[in-house]
């Protein structure tokens, strides 16, 4: 059984780094059948997906436009496990955060799930 | 700005049948957008259900059925219990990026 086990603080200042990690168990973050992302949920926004990393014979990102120019998502092979960092935050960035894999040929079945970080942007 | 859009809210009597959609902003959903379906409820991460249109996970109840419809992707329910209540959320694919719709509110009554 694939697990993903999420790390990071709780509670981050205005126009700081919110930076979290995701640890996988039983796969591993350069497969080449499976996508890595980052979602979180909000009560005024709902479900959003954030980005993902991947690696077919290099690595790629993928981020939403909504958070394309503060975003930054960094796979670790040794630690195996996949980090989000999201720059200059504010109290609109406060949610729920999960990271997810996604499986198929096209990354297209999201289906481990991690348990969730809630995150607090608040001085 | 991409919109995927779910009704807001459903009701439906305990053993009946109630389909749910996901609407594109950007025209007809298709195969190619592998339209996804999770389960959400508080405090819980949201449960996969579909994926790639009619595609059930391992744990996946046997009364969900996901479909194209209309130009839509469908999640029908059929046989409904009480713990299907919860909320229903989309997610479409859109060539690199991922849009989650805002979700369908269920109540089972």
């Known amino acids: 059984q694939v697990l993903l086990q999420q790390s990071g603080p709780g509670l981050v200042k205005p126009s700081q780094t919110l930076s979290l990690s995701c640890a996988i168990s039983?796969?591993?973050?350069?497969?080449?059948?499976?996508?890595w992302n980052w979602i979180r949920q909000s009560p005024w926004r709902g479900l959003e997906w954030l980005g993902r990393?991947?690696?077919?014979?290099?690595?790629?990102?993928d981020y939403a436009v909504s958070v394309r120019s503060r975003m930054t998502i960094i796979p670790d092979t040794s630690k195996n496990q996949f980090s989000l960092q999201l720059t200059s935050v504010t109290p609109e960035d406060t949610a729920v955060y999960y990271c997810a894999r996604g499986r198929g040929d096209d990354y297209e079945a999201f289906d481990i799930w991690g348990r969730g970080t809630v995150v607090t942007v608040s001085s | 700005q991409t919109v995927v859009t779910q009704e807001p809210s459903l009701t439906v009597s305990p053993g009946g049948t109630v389909t749910l959609t996901c609407a594109s902003s950007t025209g007809a959903v298709t195969s190619g957008y592998y339209p996804n379906w999770f389960q959400l409820k508080p405090g819980q991460a949201p449960r996969p259900l579909i994926y790639s249109t009619n595609n059930k996970h391992s744990w996946t109840p046997a009364r969900f059925s996901g479909s194209l419809l209309g130009g839509k992707a469908a999640l029908t329910l059929s046989g409904v219990q009480p713990e299907d209540e919860a909320e229903y959320c989309c997610l479409l694919y859109y060539g690199g990026s991922w849009v989650f719709g805002g979700g369908t509110k269920l109540t089972v009554l």
């Open positions: 990393t991947y690696y077919r014979s290099k690595w790629y990102n």
């Open positions: 039983r796969d591993s973050v350069s497969t080449n059948s499976a996508a």
